[in-house]
């Protein structure tokens, strides 16, 4: 992926379960014991680590771990000892090779104990101007503005980096006052240090938000330079554009050795590409949530056709020129 220009991968372990109505798991991590399915769910989660590079993101799904720790986020209570060692001893071979650690969301039946276990996690290791772990917000949802005030004004006062992957993103209110540092109750000179990773394929809310955070950034106003990723084989027109971005401001970097990439310098935009593995027992659900939530994909990749189409038309043409020219 870095040769054709982005900046690294997402790699998530595919293992996950859902709590049933009756609050029964369905899945894989059904059947064997609480305990062995934490562990068997740390050993495959080391496992992905091991397989990304550093500055690369590992995501992974609470639920994973099975039965046992499903229980506790249905209850909200506090995590099995043994989930939470398994939690240590991924979060240390994370910031060791360098690498960044996504919780994703996942039901709403489990989503506000989730979010509670990552502030904990964040709070533990995201110090010192660090962030390794990263929160998952859905940005569509009313209550989402609300939540995200709260953990900022949380890692404000006690001195941590909070890092939100934002999905099911649109170009809002939420966006520009991230970058802007303008949220309610915190002034913008004491606004905390912040991660923002914006998973979207909304082509319009990655073109808009990459044109404010250069703008932003132009002027010395940025407070919160964004990255950006889509799933492997989706939105690559946007992508590339983006790709195609970045490229100009390190060329702009290189003309004025005096500029710098990120906050207060050039903005060099940097997008990642997410992709799932694990056993097909283990991916069978997230292979169902691919497919639910692809039902609506066909307009967009109408909307993506056409910039390849054209990306074809421009290398062919160039292609026959070239040979032309050489005759």
């Known amino acids: 992926?870095?040769?054709?220009?982005?900046?690294?991968?997402?790699?998530?372990?595919?293992?996950e379960a859902q709590a049933g109505k009756e609050k029964n798991v369905l899945g894989p991590a059904s059947e064997a014991n609480p305990d062995q399915q934490i562990l068997e769910w740390r050993d495959g989660?080391?496992?992905?680590?091991?397989?990304?590079?550093?500055?690369?993101?590992?995501?992974?799904?609470?639920?994973?771990?099975?039965?046992?720790?499903?229980?506790?986020?249905?209850?909200?209570?506090?995590?099995?000892?043994?989930?939470?060692?398994a939690m240590d001893a991924i979060c240390r071979q994370a910031a060791a090779q360098g690498s960044r650690v996504w919780i994703d969301s996942e039901q709403q039946a489990v989503q506000s104990t989730i979010d509670k276990w990552t502030i904990d996690l964040m709070r533990r290791y995201n110090t010192c101007g660090r962030a390794l772990v990263y929160n998952t917000l859905q940005a569509y949802r009313k209550a989402s503005r609300a939540e995200l005030e709260h953990q900022?004004?949380?890692?404000?006062?006690?001195?941590?980096?909070?890092?939100?992957?934002?999905?099911?993103?649109?170009?809002?209110?939420?966006?520009?006052?991230?970058?802007?540092?303008?949220?309610?109750?915190?002034?913008?000179?004491?606004?905390?240090?912040?991660?923002?990773?914006l998973a979207t394929h909304n082509t319009e809310t990655v073109r808009q938000t990459a044109n404010l955070a250069k703008r932003l950034s132009d002027t010395g106003q940025l407070k919160v330079a964004p990255e950006f990723g889509q799933l492997q084989g989706m939105a690559d027109d946007i992508g590339f554009e983006i790709i195609?971005?970045?490229?100009?401001?390190?060329?702009?970097?290189?003309?004025n050795t005096e500029g710098s990439s990120g906050v207060h310098g050039t903005f060099v935009p940097l997008v990642y590409k997410c992709l799932t593995w694990g056993s097909l027992r283990e991916c069978m659900r997230y292979l169902v949530r691919r497919a639910e939530?692809?039902?609506?994909?066909?307009?967009?990749?109408?909307?993506?056709?056409l910039p390849i189409v054209a990306e074809l038309w421009h290398r062919s043409m160039g292609s026959v020129r070239r040979q032309g020219s050489g005759s």
């Not at 799904?61 to 000892?81: F, Q, Y």
């Not at 195609?244 to 003309?255: G, Q, R």
């Open 244 to 255: 195609h971005s970045a490229d100009a401001a390190k060329s702009t970097i290189e003309a």
């Open 1 to 15: 992926m870095k040769n054709i220009g982005f900046a690294g991968i997402i790699l998530c372990y595919g293992r």
């Open 45 to 85: 989660t080391l496992r992905t680590l091991g397989m990304i590079e550093s500055s690369n993101f590992l995501g992974i799904r609470l639920t994973g771990a099975g039965t046992g720790v499903i229980r506790c986020l249905l209850e909200g209570s506090d995590p099995p000892p043994l989930f939470r060692q």
């Open 152 to 197: 900022l004004r949380l890692s404000q006062q006690d001195g941590w980096t909070l890092a939100v992957k934002l999905v099911r993103v649109l170009y809002n209110g939420i966006v520009r006052d991230l970058l802007l540092g303008t949220v309610d109750g915190i002034p913008q000179d004491e606004f905390p240090p912040l991660k923002l990773f």
């Open 293 to 305: 939530g692809n039902m609506g994909a066909t307009g967009r990749l109408k909307e993506g056709l």
